[in-house]
């Protein structure tokens, strides 16, 4: 199975599928609320 065969059942009972881009997003946005920030390496 593949990343791209993965999918995730959110909250409401919908399915979807597994986005690593929506992982990073959050991950950047986590560094920016404790006043820092990321690079590309730091999501590889």
Do not use: N, P
């Amino acid at each position: 199975m593949g990343i791209s065969e993965l999918r995730i059942v959110k909250r409401d009972g919908k399915r979807e599928a597994f986005s690593v881009e929506k992982i990073k997003r959050a991950v950047s946005k986590a560094f920016l609320a404790v006043g820092g920030y990321d690079t590309d390496d730091d999501l590889t």
